[in-house]
């Protein structure tokens, strides 16, 4: 699992998009 801040996270599909501490996409 990535650590970082969850932009958004679709619980269907099971993704999501999330901002790494280090500031990288």
Known sequence: ME???VKW???EKGYGF???EDGSD
């Open 3 to 5: 650590h970082g801040t």
């Open 9 to 11: 996270f679709n619980a």
């Open 18 to 20: 999330i901002t790494r």
